[in-house]
């Protein structure tokens, strides 16, 4: 049974950074492309970034290019997301997401071929 537990969620002032990391278990950690996503209150979820297998490539909502880095361990079965100059905006539940093939081809913005989900980390970024 695949199991993705999110951590590193916080409170932060605007312009302040926070590291989300995941770790994923029951899996063979890199054969899958993984995703970072967020909801904030009465907002659909909205992909944030991608990174496939072997990190070779990456993919980030305009929303968070420049700002935001995706990387991962996959020594450790763990996604991160590095999150600087953070903005009220950027409140929001951050989930992790293991996506069914190894790569961020496709409509992976809008969650597809994502097949496993943590529970999600709280980011509050006050003004």
């Known amino acids: 049974q695949v199991q993705v537990v999110e951590s590193g969620g916080g409170l932060v002032q605007a312009g302040g950074s926070l590291r989300l990391s995941c770790t994923a278990s029951g899996l063979t950690f890199d054969g899958h492309a993984m995703g970072w996503f967020r909801q904030a209150p009465g907002k659909e979820r909205e992909g944030v970034s991608c990174?496939?297998?072997?990190?070779?490539?990456?993919g980030y909502a305009d929303s968070v290019k420049g700002r935001f880095s995706i990387s991962r361990d996959n020594a450790k079965n763990t996604l991160y997301l590095q999150m600087n100059s953070l903005k009220p905006e950027d409140t929001a539940m951050y989930y992790c997401a293991v996506r069914t093939s190894a790569y961020c081809s496709g409509s992976w913005l809008k969650g597809a071929d994502f097949g496993s989900w943590g529970q999600g980390t709280q980011v509050t970024v006050s003004s």
């Open positions: 990174i496939g297998w072997r990190s070779v490539t990456t």
